[in-house]
């Protein structure tokens, strides 16, 4: 019988051309917004490659009774049930690792916009203003203290950057032992979440969306974090309890915030986060740049291609 991929979110064209050597291919990027016709497309699909949109539970699984092989373009699994899956004997593969350097460089990124604090002037500047006193205050991060939350793959290559810039490491991860060598490896001191908000000028998230992580950062955690601080997440929205965050930005209690992940993607119009400077706002694309997206494609075609061919 001849293999049926469907591929439901946007994929590296290159890797797609390799996936359809062997395999029939149905890529619609914008099957994702489709509902009825994506439950067509599955219903003959023994592989189904998706992004962080597509839900992979009971309601497509009933309409995708022939599926063998899942591929994540990315490496959060909040959208696949994973348990669903294994019941069903269905294989998953994230793409672990492939993204992780586009993340590192949007933290770093991120921290420099926000501590500087002056890379967005450019409509006073041509308008014959000169804000050089309020401008004038900015931050260097060099001996500041970045703070992640989740201490895995992207979180010690993001510690790897921040300390070539002179930065100190703090991380919490409940699940690294405090003996392990990763500690000595990467010089991050451990550090509870509590002890962490309230030592680290940066905070980064870097953990799943699980029961226990929604809302891991809400109103009395920011609480503890130091005034000129500042907050990152680019792992999965509902980790960080946003109208909190906006409250304590409009307060004066952080110095900013970067957004990358949403509690409700894509945000709707009418949501309550405000047009704010030091408040930015990207549509879940830390992990994504060219480079980022022909390795998280071309591992993840590697992997359905060696599945479907028994490799």
Not at 26 to 36: A, F, I, K, S, T
Not at 208 to 227: F, G, Q, S, W
Not at 232 to 241: C, E, M
């Amino acid at each position: 019988m001849t293999n049926t991929i469907v591929i439901s979110e946007f994929m590296d064209e290159p890797a797609v051309d390799r996936l359809r050597q062997i395999a029939q291919v149905d890529y619609r990027p914008d099957l994702v917004d489709q509902q009825e016709a994506l439950y067509e497309a599955v219903s003959a699909a023994n592989a189904l490659i998706v992004r962080n949109r597509t839900q992979v539970n009971a309601q497509l699984l009933a309409h995708a009774p022939h599926l063998k092989v899942v591929g994540r373009l990315g490496v959060g699994l909040d959208n696949i049930d994973m348990d669903l899956c294994a019941s069903k004997d269905i294989t998953v593969y994230p793409a672990v690792g492939a993204n992780a350097q586009a993340v590192a460089e949007y933290v770093i990124a991120s921290t420099f916009v926000l501590l500087r604090g002056a890379y967005l002037a450019s409509d006073q500047v041509t308008a014959g203003q000169w804000p050089r006193a309020q401008l004038g205050n900015g931050l260097e991060v060099a001996g500041r203290t970045l703070g992640l939350v989740g201490f895995g793959g992207i979180g010690r290559l993001t510690a790897r950057l921040a300390s070539a810039l002179g930065m100190n490491i703090a991380a919490y991860d409940p699940m690294i032992k405090s003996d392990s060598t990763v500690w000595a490896e990467t010089g991050a001191m451990q550090m509870s979440l509590e002890e962490l908000l309230q030592h680290a000028d940066v905070v980064s998230m870097h953990t799943p969306l699980t029961k226990e992580t929604r809302h891991l950062i809400d109103a009395r955690r920011i609480a503890l974090m130091k005034k000129e601080s500042i907050l990152i997440n680019t792992s999965r929205g509902g980790i960080v309890d946003e109208l909190a965050l906006v409250a304590a930005l409009q307060a004066g209690k952080l110095r900013g915030a970067a957004l990358d992940v949403f509690e409700d993607e894509p945000v709707k119009t009418g949501n309550t986060l405000p047009d704010m400077p030091n408040l930015i706002l990207t549509p879940h694309i830390a992990g994504l740049t060219q480079e980022a997206n022909e390795r998280v494609s071309g591992v993840i075609a590697e992997k359905v291609m060696g599945y479907l061919l028994g490799e």
